[in-house]
């Protein structure tokens, strides 16, 4: 997406689906994934250059008042996103219940992949100690070279 975004809402999203979007690099800034209070499920799949779900700032520089929060996201598949580089930024762990209802995390052939959450000051963070997935059932890792 180009151009500011600040204006955008897709707060009656409920599912999301993206496959072959070979140019794009990051899916939400910061403002519109806090927005996303009713998604349910995301799919990604075969995105080539994706390397960020969550871009790391807004490119208007606003500034964000709260982390990303899903509070209604049960599913997450990821699958053939080679350059992704982690699947949360390191704000969703900050977060006691960014991901209360997450279910179903996989994630397959994203040969880029590093973390699962991102590092912060060179301290790995592949689940942290607060409770951000609390409802995990499935996790399903594969063909994920640096993880």
Not at 16 to 43: M, R, V
Not at 74 to 103: A, D, H
């Amino acid at each position: 997406m180009e151009g500011p975004t600040r204006h955008v809402n897709l707060q009656s999203l409920a599912r999301l689906y993206l496959d072959s979007l070979n140019k794009l690099t990051f899916i939400f800034t910061p403002s519109l994934a806090q927005s996303l209070s009713k998604l349910e499920g995301l799919d990604i799949k075969n995105c080539g250059e994706l390397k960020h779900i969550i871009r790391e700032e807004d490119g208007e520089r606003e500034i964000i008042p709260e982390s990303p929060g899903f509070p209604k996201l049960k599913t997450i598949i990821i699958e053939g996103c080679g350059k992704l580089e982690y699947v949360f930024p390191v704000s969703v762990s900050l977060t006691l219940q960014s991901l209360p209802q997450l279910e179903r995390l996989q994630v397959s052939d994203c040969g880029e992949l590093k973390h699962i959450i991102r590092e912060e000051d060179g301290k790995r963070k592949i689940f942290p100690q607060s409770p951000c997935f609390p409802e995990l059932k499935t996790l399903r890792i594969s063909h994920c070279g640096k993880l």
